[in-house]
């Protein structure tokens, strides 16, 4: 119980008492002739504060009570939400204040009720906001104008929002407007914004910008350990046409090159150690290139095989009645591993990052895909309700995650008919430039169809179905920083290819922008004549 006095006095202004504990009086008492208001302090209302911001999770689970002996005489209890009825229901040595579901904005709990002293009453104020609405938070992709500098994210939140980078608190000024410097090398950085109820947005914001112009040819890992197909490749990067080589990690047999120690590799006899890992990226870099390590993600016989043979066949791609799915026909029964099976992409995932960890500069995944054939002819086990593009993608996405503190570029190779035809093997080319530095589409002319793109006959005109199937890419990328880096054919596939029709894919993949390009020989064997020497900007 207070006092106050109600007549002047040489105390001074009387000082207000706290919100949450407002009383009403139920009468005064004259004495000597000094006016006197008996004053009660009414029960707190538990579990939520005055003053307390709310979001979606924590309204729908907010409960309200107040001490049945501090409430006084229950029948008299009476709650309003923003002057509605709030029913007050006993439950044990608490009242209950039952609240209704509560819609987004500022609302006001009033309790009204009966002291335990005579005479007297309360009223309880609590004023609360609920707010389910995410912090506005605008991240601005990074100007990458030399590798070796480090790198500022700038970007513009809410006024009322906490900024982190990387967990780290930075500063927001009065506009909302923040700025941070990130070091070199710095592949991934996520910013998150978060509201005083919790709310949070993040944006994952590649620190590295565009992956930097590529010109690069395939070779195999048994044929890097040839002196001829390995100085043929190593001329062409010495002599300034190259500046990158792919390297086999993991090929189209299942066979890792290296003596690689990611253990399932070691179990099932895929690690091979054609070449020392550690010496041929030293050996590229050394001559003033890039390596690429190309892994061929879900065509693993070597795994596929073994998981069938162990009688873990949910790791393989099955048919409609549970046996092994032949692969399109052409790749072989016990060609293609479930993408779906965690133990199959966390085996694929290990690889990538044992790769980053030995010095490759990329990963570029391969057959980073469904098997060819109708859907209704396969099951993936374990794919849920995802589709095969959901899944895809979010293997590529949880590579990219697991390869973050090592800087590495992660590339994804794909079908041409991808950008027209994200189903047909299950490359969402849109959703796949989200989680990559850059879309390697596989554009041979002679793996195109007659009349593909308004082109009789794709093979001898390399420049018009090259230049025409990158427009399609260049458009699914658009306003990304994701880079399309075309697989360029240097072979002879139905119709001779020699230096011209190799240029000429060049200059058609310059005309859509693209710059950068790997040459494909099986063999190892590429053209020199048809490649220009690499000018430094």
């Known amino acids: 119980m207070r006092y106050i006095s109600n007549s002047a006095s040489s105390y001074g202004p009387h000082r207000p008492f706290r919100k949450r504990a407002l009383i009403a009086t139920a009468g005064a008492l004259a004495l000597g002739g000094v006016g006197w208001t008996f004053l009660a302090l009414g029960p707190d209302v538990q579990g939520l504060a005055d003053g307390a911001v709310l979001n979606g999770r924590k309204s729908a ?60 009453s309360y009223r309880e104020v609590v004023d609360f906001s609920v707010d389910v609405t995410a912090p506005v938070l605008k991240v601005t992709d990074p100007e ?69 112009m590529i010109r690069a040819a395939h070779i195999t890992a048994i044929g890097w350990g040839n002196d001829t197909l390995r100085g043929g490749v190593l001329a062409l990067v010495r002599s300034g046409k190259l500046n990158a080589v792919q390297l086999d990690v993991k090929d189209e047999d299942g066979e890792v090159g290296y003596a690689s120690e990611v253990p399932l590799a070691r179990q099932i006899g895929a690690a091979k150690g ?16 890039q390596v690429i390590g190309r892994i061929v993600a879900f065509r693993d016989p070597k795994l596929a095989s073994a998981a069938w043979k162990s009688g873990k066949r949910d790791q393989v791609v099955q048919t409609a009645d549970g046996e092994a799915y032949a692969g399109g026909g052409h790749y072989g029964k016990l060609s ?68 973050r503190p090592h800087a ?60 025409r ?32 029709q190799v240029a000429e894919q060049i200059k058609g993949a310059a005309a859509n922008k693209m710059n950068s390009f790997i040459l494909w020989n099986a063999g190892a064997r590429y053209q020199g004549a048809a490649l220009q020497q690499i000018v430094a900007h």
Do not use: C
């Open 408 to 467: 590495k570029y992660l590339g994804v190779s794909v079908f041409g008919i991808a950008a027209t035809r994200p189903t047909e093997i299950a490359q969402d080319i849109g959703a796949l430039a989200k989680v990559s530095d850059y879309i390697a589409p596989m554009v041979y002319p002679s793996h195109w169809g007659p009349g593909e793109y308004g082109v009789a006959n794709p093979d001898t005109a390399p420049y018009a179905i090259v230049q």
């Open 274 to 289: 054609y070449y020392d890992a550690r010496k041929a990226v030293a050996e590229i870099h050394a001559a003033g290139a």
């Open 336 to 403: 293609f591993t479930n993408f779906a099976d965690p133990t199959v992409r966390k085996y694929n995932q290990d690889l990538a990052v044992e790769a980053a960890k030995l010095g490759f500069d990329d990963i570029l995944y391969d057959y980073v895909r469904r098997p060819d054939g109708p859907l209704s002819k396969m099951r993936f086990p374990g794919i849920g309700s995802a589709t095969p593009e959901q899944s895809i993608t979010s293997f590529v996405a949880d590579t990219r995650t697991a390869m």
């Open 61 to 120: 689970q907010i409960s309200a009570y107040l001490d049945a002996g501090a409430a006084g005489n229950p029948d008299k209890v009476r709650a309003t939400l923003d002057g509605a009825v709030v029913p007050v229901i006993a439950d044990g040595p608490r009242l209950k204040l039952a609240l209704p579901r509560l819609k987004e904005g500022r609302h006001t709990l009033v309790v009204k009720g009966d002291a335990r002293l005579p005479l007297l």
């Open 469 to 500: 199937s990158l427009a399609d890419f260049a458009r699914h990328t658009k306003g990304t920083q994701t880079e399309v880096v075309p697989w360029l054919q240097d072979f002879s596939m139905g119709s001779t290819y020699g230096p011209a």
């Open 144 to 212: 990458i104008k030399n590798a070796a500098d480090p790198v500022t994210i700038t970007g513009k939140a809410g006024t009322d929002a906490k900024v982190t980078v990387d967990g780290k608190e930075v500063p927001v000024d009065k506009t909302g407007v923040f700025k941070i410097t990130v070091p070199k090398g710095t592949p991934v950085v996520n910013v998150t914004a978060a509201d005083r109820a919790g709310n949070t947005t993040t944006k994952a914001v590649n620190a590295r910008g565009r992956r930097p």
